[in-house]
């Protein structure tokens, strides 16, 4: 799997837009981008993964870069309860993903 | 749809004993993948089973072994264990199809394992 590096933390107002960046400059053509998060004491959760196109559903939108070097996901109306650590991962193996520290999201009143 | 079922949810085990942990995954995925998380590590892959066959294995030593019955139920099993055992254990399941589409794991959220 690709190494992948993201801020420690970042922060977000309630109601606004939460752009999370991640980089991964060494992603080879068949990696997948993969994003997930974690709220305290339960286990990761699925957001959206993508290849190559942007991609969206009803949680985030995923924009990969057209070198794939890079992507950016957005939560598009961070709530409170987005407060979550939120992991970026480059890779294929079926089930077996390699989790970086991931960034923490701080989303306040 | 029921999510990953993981039981217990916790556990108290003391030094050179072993445990078992088990999982069930939703149903009709195939693929059952363990992750070890500890504040130090992180989240790190132990093994993934898909059709009763381990398909991946990670950086663990032997005492770690794991198994998937024909119904995709997954059990792990930690043999003469270490205080740095101690640990959140995480299932996860996905159709884990043999094609090229890669299918989002679903997390279970864990069995919190203590070894004094």
């Known amino acids: 799997d690709a190494k992948t590096t993201q801020p420690p933390s970042m922060d977000c107002a309630e109601g606004r837009a939460a752009n999370l960046p991640c980089n991964h400059s060494?992603?080879?053509?068949?990696?997948?981008v993969y994003w997930y998060r974690q709220i305290h004491s339960q286990g990761p959760q699925y957001i959206i993964h993508?290849?190559?196109n942007n991609e969206t559903n009803e949680m985030a939108s995923l924009i990969i870069t057209e070198d794939r070097k890079s992507s950016t996901l957005i939560l598009p109306h961070a709530t409170l309860r987005d407060t979550a650590v939120y992991y970026c991962?480059?890779?294929?193996?079926?089930?077996?993903?390699?989790f970086g520290q991931g960034t923490i999201l701080t989303v306040h009143p | 749809k029921a999510g990953v079922t993981q039981t217990p949810r916790y556990l108290i085990k003391t030094r050179g004993q072993q445990v078992t942990l088990s999982c069930s995954p939703i149903?009709?995925?195939?693929?059952v993948s363990w992750y070890q998380q500890t504040p130090g590590q992180g989240l790190q892959f132990l093994f993934e089973?898909?059709?009763?066959?381990?398909?991946n294995k990670g950086n663990f030593p032997g005492r770690f072994s794991g198994r998937q019955f024909s119904n995709s139920r997954s059990e792990m099993n930690v043999s003469t264990l270490e205080l740095g055992d101690s640990a959140l254990y995480l299932c996860?399941?996905?159709?884990?199809?043999?094609?090229?589409?890669?299918?989002?794991?679903?997390f279970g959220n864990g069995t919190r394992l203590t070894v004094t």
């Open positions: 996860a399941s996905s159709l884990g199809g043999a094609g090229t589409v890669i299918s989002p794991l679903h």
């Open positions: 060494t992603i080879s053509g068949n990696e997948y």
């Open positions: 993508g290849l190559k």
């Open positions: 991962i480059a890779g294929t193996s079926y089930g077996k993903l390699t």
């Open positions: 149903s009709g995925h195939r693929s």
């Open positions: 089973y898909f059709s009763e066959t381990q398909r």
